[in-house]
């Protein structure tokens, strides 16, 4: 299981210096609003893949007036040691410890896995396309963290074809090898999404019916519905490049790149319903995002192949009542990972009864409750 058992943060946001003291129990951080609990599902968010829960940039996460970087780091319940931070000399970068050796994010990724749900992707049914392929690519990069840096290929190779087309005149020896670098990392985004996709269906499939309802998931864009299909890195490599191909004309006049894995799009239904995601009311959009969520956690701990993940679950609580409440703590303990959520209240978590651990956070500081 993983389960962290001591957070240490250093000029982290409005942390100048934190020891918690932790027990592998669920996490409840409690206080008033503006005290930092958010802050502290950041600071365990940068211990997995990418940018953390608000994709924030490494200075933004510096406390303010802070001589030098920041540090996070923890103690996971097999003692193993890890941590992460913002180096500023002799170059800004992020580092990477274990066991107080230097490593990298791939590292990392192998013991920690983390899912996180905040009130910013409430509206993500409802968002741009571009809000839902984040949200789900989000998940894709719990399970499977090289997805991550295939993205970053992508995008890094698309910049470089948007800069040829905006001249108007393309090389065309220039422009294959560009784009042949984005199939390739196209390619591989597009299997990903189609595996996790499947994966958390299964989840959803599995789960009992109760408070959070099941959704039936799809992926729209030609590269995912062939991988669906059973098509190989091949073929969908192939068939990019003849996009990418055939499609210039058309891109020099646009000088963007309009087709590709960049603007596909994950479709949501309300299965109660049958109706689309985006239609459901406010409670059900809530409710079928914890669901998905809950899903996401289930499908990374019957993988088998990485570690349980770690829930972070920002004012997920305060907007249940207390039946909802209690059926979500149910599914959080038989998980069996480490969930940490935050509320306004101490009351909020009182359905966890002693299955978690309660802190008071207040002005940058945390004390847990004995």
């Not at 180096?87 to 490593?103: F, H, M, Q, Y």
């Not at 299965?271 to 969520?293: E, N, V, Y």
Request: charged share 25%; proline share 4%.
């Amino acid at each position: 299981m993983t389960a962290l058992t001591r957070l240490t943060l250093t000029d982290f946001r409005n942390y100048a210096s934190l020891s918690l003291p932790l027990d592998g129990r669920h996490v409840c951080l409690y206080g008033a609003n503006g005290a930092g609990k958010t802050n502290l599902l950041e600071a365990v968010s940068q211990l997995g893949p990418g940018r953390g829960l608000r994709s924030a940039t490494l200075q933004d996460m510096v406390r303010k007036d802070a001589p030098a970087g920041w540090t996070v780091s923890a103690i996971l319940a097999d003692e193993q040691r890890i941590g992460v931070g913002l180096e500023l000399s002799p170059s800004t970068k992020r580092t990477v410890r274990i066991d107080g050796a230097s490593a990298t994010a791939s590292d990392l990724a192998e013991l920690v896995r983390i899912v996180w749900l905040t009130p910013a992707m409430d509206g993500v049914f409802r968002g741009s396309t571009s809000d839902r392929r984040r949200f789900f690519d989000r998940q894709v990069m719990a399970h499977m963290p090289t997805h991550g840096t295939a993205a970053s290929r992508y995008e890094k190779a698309m910049r470089e074809r948007n800069a040829l087309l905006e001249r108007g005149h393309v090389d065309p020896a220039w422009a294959d090898a560009i784009e042949a670098r984005m199939a390739e990392a196209g390619a591989e985004m597009a299997i990903n999404r189609a595996h996790v996709l499947e994966a958390l269906q299964d989840a959803i499939n599995a789960r009992p019916e109760g408070y959070f309802p099941k959704a039936d998931l799809a992926l729209e864009g030609k590269s995912e519905e062939a991988a669906l299909r059973g098509e190989d890195f091949k073929s969908i490599f192939e068939a990019l490049i003849d996009t990418f191909r055939t499609t210039r004309r058309r891109d020099i006049a646009a000088g963007r790149t309009i087709d590709g894995p960049h603007r596909s799009d994950l479709t949501v239904i309300h299965r109660p319903t049958g109706a689309p995601a985006k239609d459901a009311s406010t409670g059900q959009q809530k409710a079928l995002l914890i669901g998905l969520i809950l899903a996401s956690a289930s499908a990374l701990r019957a993988d088998g192949t990485g570690p349980s993940p770690l829930l972070l679950l920002d004012e997920a609580a305060a907007h249940l009542d207390a039946d909802r409440r209690a059926a979500l703590f149910d599914e959080l303990s038989a998980l069996g990972g480490q969930a940490w959520l935050t509320g306004t209240e101490a009351f909020l978590f009182e359905a966890f009864g002693d299955r978690a651990q309660k802190v008071r956070v207040e002005d940058g500081q945390a004390v847990s409750e004995a």
